[in-house]
Structures are given as structure tokens and as C-alpha cells.
């Protein structure tokens, strides 16, 4: 939902990388975001997640093959909402260096499905945002000591039916689009250790097809499904066709060390006919039982300036302690207030759980609202405020593991709920006492996810500014996997209790779904 793909009510605050490029947020539609539906988690290797005090940024390594032995992978599921979907990996890398690696998804739920929560009021069917997704990967390159050379691209393709709101909502318009993205890169080093550096130069095509919900009239004037008026026979259907581009260039540089690391990055796009700079500086070093780390960035995509200050300290085993600190410094072009946030917690280990709690304060600030189902352009205010963590992390009792987050803030702002918890209950275990081979692994969870009710800005009136509320929800999912030798058999239970619940205002998401299938890799 709208409050996962923003911080502090913020899109921009939620900063998306791929092998170091960021992920702009070209596309007409989103007013800003970057729609978490063209991120492909399954073509990665790896996701770090750093959690900065005023900003998220998410840093994706896709999948890359360092064995010279064959490796292929393919995924098949099925599930409720006519859900089907097929998944296949192929890579392999030559001993003189050369590597090829190829990757292809499909996923549909049937169009044109009628609700099982029934119509509204004259009307006989009610879609529930089917559609369909095919995503192609693909990477050529060679290796040879420390320097490496490759092209990757991939082509993310979306259908969307319309989604019916509940009254006196907007509907979601059907959709239809595609996205593309590539780079060359020139690589030295290994980030792990020693000196490094890269070069990468990167393109971004996102591309949005008609919408066919959309009709004008020969007066000039439009509207939609629901909003035509349907004595209007000279109705044409409105092209919205639009296609945008973005390149983006990186070199990075860096050392590791074993007690230090430093590394710099220069990023530049050309926007508004002008080349824009963006250059960054990490360091960070551990002595004894201190950990310490900084970052600072320069004229980001938004033309804001940020720093980031961490500190970290291990007194005890059993304590530890952390505080860090950020800093935004908008243009002043942007209209945007400067603004800081700070983040302390400490948390103490109990047997083999970890638990703890903290502060967040975040200062007052303003944003560009999300231009989403029927919402305005506006720029939007939240006043300051404090948010109490509290959190349980570690081992329960041998494989049984627990995972507690929790957050409050003093109030609800806009697109921010004011309470969040999420639980997380799970048995992880090879069962090497009755399968000492490791031939066997089983991945069981439970996790329960409460959300207090998310305000959104849907316009103004007379009375002011319109905000509703989301309903709180609270969902429950399981999910059981069984790894047999090199395949993985899966199960998923998604809203478990079958209770309704909204993720954007207006828009119900399905009840109870299941899914599952198998996963199954081989080297040949």
C-alpha cells in the first residue's frame, strides 16, 4: 500500500538501487513514486535494506553466476483468483571468463472476474484489478582476475483491469504499461576487500499505453467509467500514451579494510537540458566495541542535500546501543523547509532473545502528495512528531525463532498510520538429527500484521481539505516451504481470517488467497 512505498508520508524518502543505479521515478503516473510492482525481487541475489533516520534506501544485487557448472531454475505455482504463474533461470559462466545468464516470468489472474463481495448499487459486475505480468532478464559478460565486463537488461511488461471502489471512492483505472532498463559496466576489485571501482552507464524507458476507461467528449470535456455522461454519444476514447526516458552514469571508487572501509560515488542524469551532479561520500570504521559510519550526498534527484551519522557500541554481550542522526537540505527552489530526524535504541539479550526499544523524531515537513485515484497535486504538511519502537528479535526455543516490530507515533499524518506491529513466528530447521545429510530443510511461518487506519489527502471542499481514513487492518499470512534435495515445494495463506481491508483508500483487497508450487534448481 501507499504507507509501504512511503517514510514519513514521503515517496521520495523511499530510494530504490539496482547494482548501484538508482531507480528513478519517471514514470507520468506515479507523481513521483516508483511502483514496487516493476521490481522483480526474484531476479536478485541479494537485498540490503538501510534504514536511515530520515530515508530508506534499498540496495538490490540481481543474480549473477560465479560457477562454471550449469545452473538452471524454474518456478511453477498456481492459486486461488485463477492465479498461474511460471518462472525459469539459466546461467553459466566458461573457464575462459565469458558468462551468459537468462531469466523470463509470467504471472495472470483471469480478467473480467467478478467480485465474491458482491456489485454496487446498478451495476452487475465489479473487476478486481486482474491482469497479467511478463518480465525478461538477460546478462552477457567476462571476468578474468580482477577486472569484469557486462551488459544486463531487463523488460518488465503489466496489464491491469479497473478496480471498482467502494462508494463515493474513485475507481483504480485499468493499465497498461511497460518499463525497460539496461547498463554497461566496467568493474575492478572486489567490494570485500581491498581496493575497487566501477563505471556504469545506465538507460530507463518506462512507457504507459491508452487507458480505455478514459473517453472525451466533442465539447472537450472527459471523464471516466463512471464519470462520461451517458447521453454523450460523440465519445472518442483518450489517447494517454506516454513515453519517458532517463540515462544515469556512476563511478565509484572504494577501499575495505579489515577495521575501515571508504568508498566515493558520482552519479549524473541529464534533466531539463542540463547535466545534474549527484556526489556521495561514505566511511565507516570498528575499533573494539564501537561502530561508526557516515554518509553524505549532494544534489539527489529531488535536489536535496542529505547526511547521515550513525553510532554503534557493544558494552556488554548482553547490551547494545545505537543512535544516529540525519540531515535534509532541500534547494531552496524547492519551497521544501530543511529538516532532521534522529533514531536511538538500545535492546538487551535475554537467553538467546534479543529485546528492545527506542525513539524517533522526525521534524516538521512537506511533501509532494501522490497523484493517485482521484488525490490532487498538492503539496502536503506534516507537523513534527515521535514515534516509540519496540522490538523482539532471536531464538524462542531450538529452531522456533521470534520477530516483533513495533511503532507508534504521538498521531496519524498523511499516508502514516499511527500504530504498526508486525509479528513473526518461525520454525527453521535442516532436521539434521533425523537427516544428517542436509538433504532436507523445512521453512514454516506465521506472521500477523495490524495497521491503525492510514489518512490520505483525496481533495479539498468547502469544509477544506477532504482526508479519509483506511480502515485498520489486520492480516494474517502463513507460509510452509519443504526443500527436498534441490527443490522447494511451497505453500502460501495469505489473510488467513478472510477479514476486508484497504491498503489505498477506497479500494478493497481480495480475502483469503492461497498459493503454491515448486521451486527446483539444477547444476548440470
Request: charged letters at 25%; glycine letters at 10%.
Given at each position: ?46 537485498i ?101 565486463v ?23 483505472p485499468?493499465?497498461?504499461g ?9 568493474g ?27 473517453t ?20 472518442t ?19 575495505r ?30 575499533w573494539?566495541?564501537?561502530?561508526a ?134 520454525l ?95 547444476w548440470?
Open positions: 500500500g501507499l504507507h509501504v512505498a512511503t517514510y514519513l508520508g514521503d515517496a521520495r524518502r523511499v530510494r530504490l538501487f539496482i547494482d548501484g543505479l538508482e531507480v528513478d521515478a519517471i514514470d507520468v503516473r506515479n507523481g513521483g513514486a516508483v511502483d514496487l510492482t516493476d521490481i522483480q525481487l526474484w531476479a536478485y541475489d541479494e540490503v535494506i538501510e534504514r536511515a533516520p530520515s530515508e530508506v534506501r534499498v540496495w538490490m544485487r540481481t543474480a549473477s553466476v560465479v560457477k562454471t557448472t550449469p545452473f538452471t531454475r524454474v518456478d511453477i505455482f498456481t492459486g486461488d483468483l485463477n492465479t498461474n504463474g511460471f518462472r525459469g533461470l539459466f546461467a553459466r559462466r566458461w573457464r575462459n571468463g565469458l558468462m551468459l545468464q537468462l531469466g523470463g516470468q509470467q504471472v495472470a489472474t483471469q480478467t473480467g472476474r467478478v467480485s465474491a463481495f458482491g456489485a454496487p448499487a446498478g451495476q452487475t459486475t465489479q473487476l478486481r484489478s486482474d491482469g497479467s505480468v511478463q518480465s525478461f532478464s538477460g546478462r552477457f559478460g567476462w571476468a578474468r582476475n580482477k577486472w569484469s557486462d551488459a544486463y537488461g531487463s523488460n518488465v511488461a503489466r496489464e491491469r483491469d479497473s478496480h471498482t471502489p467502494r462508494e463515493d471512492f474513485d475507481s483504480l485499468s493499465y497498461k511497460q518499463r525497460r532498463e539496461g547498463y554497461v559496466r566496467v575492478y576489485g572486489d567490494t570485500l576487500r581491498g581496493f575497487w571501482a566501477q563505471a556504469v552507464s545506465g538507460a530507463l524507458r518506462v512507457r504507459m499505453q491508452g487507458d480505455s476507461g478514459a472525451s467528449s466533442d465539447d472537450g470535456s472527459a471523464g471516466g467509467e463512471d464519470g462520461a455522461d451517458s447521453t454523450e454519444t460523440d465519445t476514447v483518450v489517447s494517454l500514451d506516454t513515453l519517458r526516458s532517463q540515462t544515469q552514469h556512476l563511478v565509484a571508487v572504494g577501499y579494510a579489515s577495521w575501515w572501509n571508504a568508498s566515493y560515488t558520482h552519479r549524473a542524469r541529464p534533466m531539463d537540458g542540463a547535466l545534474r551532479h549527484a556526489p556521495a561520500l561514505r566511511v565507516g570504521a570498528t573494539r566495541i564501537f561502530d559510519s557516515a554518509y553524505a550526498e549532494r544534489n539527489g534527484r529531488d535536489s536535496t542535500d542529505r547526511t547521515d551519522l550513525r553510532v554503534r557500541a557493544r558494552p556488554f554481550s548482553w547490551l547494545q546501543l545505537s543512535a544516529a542522526h540525519s540531515t535534509r537540505s532541500p534547494e531552496d527552489t524547492t519551497g521544501r523547509p530543511q529538516s532532521s530526524a534522529m533514531r536511538a535504541e538500545g535492546a538487551v539479550r535475554l537467553g538467546q532473545l534479543w529485546v528492545g526499544g527506542g525513539l524517533v523524531r522526525e521534524d516538521a515537513t512537506q511533501f509532494d502528495n501522490l497523484v493517485l485515484v482521484g488525490a490532487p497535486a498538492r503539496v502536503l504538511a506534516n507537523a513534527a512528531s515521535t514515534g516509540v519502537l519496540v522490538n523482539a528479535r532471536g531464538r524462542l526455543y531450538k529452531d522456533l525463532r521470534l520477530d516483533v516490530q513495533t511503532i507508534r507515533w504521538d498521531k496519524a499524518q498523511f499516508t502514516t498510520p499511527q500504530t504498526h506491529v508486525r509479528v513473526e513466528l518461525a527453521i530447521s535442516d532436521w539434521l538429527s533425523r537427516v544428517p545429510q542436509g538433504e532436507f530443510s523445512v521453512n514454516t511461518r506465521l506472521i500477523y500484521d495490524r495497521r491503525g487506519g492510514v489518512p490520505f489527502f483525496y481533495g479539498e471542499n468547502d469544509e477544506g481539505l477532504d482526508l479519509r481514513v483506511t480502515e485498520p487492518a489486520q492480516v494474517v499470512t502463513g507460509m510452509l516451504e519443504l526443500r527436498i534435495q534441490r527443490a522447494i515445494l511451497f505453500y502460501q495463506y495469505r489473510n488467513l481470517t478472510g477479514g476486508q481491508y484497504e491498503q489505498i483508500r477506497g479500494i478493497t483487497m481480495p480475502s483469503a488467497v492461497q498459493m503454491y508450487g515448486v521451486r527446483w534448481e539444477f548440470n
